[in-house]
């Protein structure tokens, strides 16, 4: 395991929540993982934070950057991004309950309870935000996104809302399996705009759906989900729009096919953005997946998972 903080590479370990033993086990798949954390260079304060198969950034440590390397070998895997957003201290507030309650999802699950789990997960999450807005005077002006990957019995579940994001890399494509919960991303599905022309486009980051919203705001369904089985070698990343909104899907599909590292991956891909302003907090997650009996990728694979315009 490999741990330090982008600012300060003696500082604390992040803090272990439900962490799993790396030791290998009957049904076990392999991640071999990194994420890094950054507030970027105009903001004053971190309100990424992420859920990382257990371990999770502590409060005093969100403004200091944070990388994360290891490989784990274990039945079910859980990872998560969460961007808050909100006045004052509501933002960093927000995603550090999302990830603080997220062990509740950290256990064993069979395939047909997972979806029903993080919707009934995100629900709770999304009380206890709003909650805790009213409370500290931010009245449903706090929230975070969520994007959320659950690995177990050889395929991968995913959660999300707003518009922090879930990309599958497989034979050398890139493909966003979460959903954006914005009007651009509806005009992009719909033809009306490409992908490139709705990261460009000036109301890109108006989203409709969030962590923390009023009971009686939330879309339905207000949770997306998408599933699909592994590959032997599929590569996920997930991010925060600090990274997406900055770097085309192009060059994100270079770099993740081109540099075989994830920590490398990682460091390239928050570097990048860092050289294109930096102008907001970026969270970038990469995991390499490998187990005994996954299939190999083929062309036909590829027929399952969303297609890119």
């Known amino acids: 395991m490999e741990r330090a903080t982008i ?45 990382f198969d257990g371990d999770i950034m502590r409060d005093n440590e969100v403004n200091e950057g944070t990388v994360i390397r290891e ?15 909100g006045g004052l201290k509501g933002g960093e507030r927000a995603s550090s309950i999302c990830v603080h309650r997220m062990g509740i999802l950290n256990i064993p699950l069979a395939g047909n309870s997972i979806d029903p789990a993080i919707d009934a997960y995100a629900d709770e999450a999304c009380r206890e935000v709003y909650r805790d807005s009213l409370e500290i005077g931010e009245d449903g002006r706090e929230g975070s996104t969520l994007a959320l990957l659950y690995l177990a019995g050889g395929k991968a579940h995913v959660g999300n809302v707003g518009d922090s994001r879930v990309y599958l890399l497989r034979l050398g494509k890139l493909y966003q399996l979460s959903t954006d919960h914005s009007p651009v991303y509806k005009m992009m599905q719909s033809g009306q705009l490409t992908r490139e022309q709705m990261r460009k486009h000036p109301k890109g980051n108006v989203i409709g759906a969030f962590i923390g919203m009023a009971e009686a705001s939330k879309p339905k369904p207000y949770t997306a989900h998408f599933s699909t089985p592994l590959c032997q070698g ?11 909104d900055l770097l085309s899907h192009d060059e994100l599909q270079r770099r993740l096919s081109e540099v075989k590292d994830p920590k490398a991956a990682a460091t390239q891909l928050i570097w990048r953005a860092l050289e294109m302003s930096g102008k907001d907090n970026t969270t970038c997650m990469i995991l390499d997946i490998s187990a005994p009996g996954l299939p190999q990728a083929t062309p036909a694979s590829l027929s399952r998972l969303p297609q890119e315009r």
């Open 234 to 244: 599929d590569r996920f990343m997930l991010c925060s729009d600090g990274l997406s």
């Open 71 to 85: 490989k784990i070998s274990k039945p079910f895997h859980l990872f998560a991004v969460c961007d808050g957003m």
């Open 7 to 51: 600012n300060n590479p003696q500082g604390k370990s992040p803090q272990p929540v439900n962490s799993p033993q790396n030791v290998p086990q009957s049904g076990a798949i392999t991640v071999d993982a990194c994420v890094i954390s950054h507030r970027g260079c105009m903001r004053e304060n971190n309100e990424d934070n992420f859920f």
